[in-house]
């Protein structure tokens, strides 16, 4: 029991550090996660994309109650997308979706659309157990501290951190069992 203890610092180390290390391709003025955007860089087999590279999946801590929690239901929406600098961006944002896999991959979307692919992966930064988004596509980049649990664990509050310039940003993710619509969150249009 001891040798796992030891042996999960290391490997949330070197996940961390594949992480850090992957290479991206440069930031255009004014990309953030804060817009809903289209992929512009076609995708190529390998985790790759024209000028765009997400981090070696890494199989999740199943051990961990939050990765546990994560793996119970494939889509985590964002029911409300609040941004605190900006609320002009909170209605377009919502119904973004994460769509985990239990090899440490992901699809990313919103409402009916897939956007991007990647790698995801859950660690601890001190007391704050924080989710890390790596997607092909550079600008759906994204790590949220993953805090209040609803009672019937069906939805969570994440909060962004600066890792990619969103600590202005909160969501409540829902858990569902399929691709969200906008007809099973009331919106028209």
Request: hydrophobic share 35%.
């Amino acid at each position: 029991m001891k040798a796992k203890l030891l042996t999960l610092p290391i490997l949330l180390s070197a996940v961390m550090l594949l992480m850090s290390s992957c290479i991206s391709d440069p930031k255009v003025e004014g990309d953030n996660p804060t817009t809903t955007q289209q992929p512009t860089n076609p995708t190529t087999a390998g985790g790759q994309a024209e000028g765009g590279s997400y981090a070696t999946a890494v199989q999740p801590n199943t051990n961990s109650p939050k990765v546990q929690l994560l793996l119970r239901s494939p889509y985590w929406v964002a029911e409300f997308w609040v941004n605190h600098a900006d609320n002009s961006q909170n209605k377009p944002n919502r119904g973004r979706w994460w769509n985990l896999k239990p090899d440490g991959t992901f699809n990313y979307g919103h409402w009916e659309e897939t956007l991007s692919y990647g790698s995801w992966v859950v660690h601890n930064d001190g007391a704050k157990e924080l989710i890390h988004f790596d997607a092909v596509d550079d600008r759906y980049d994204m790590e949220f501290e993953m805090q209040a649990v609803s009672q019937l664990q069906d939805y969570m509050s994440w909060a962004g951190t600066g890792t990619y310039d969103m600590k202005r940003i909160a969501v409540k993710a829902t858990s569902l069992l399929t691709m969200p619509t906008k007809a099973q969150f009331g919106i028209t249009d």
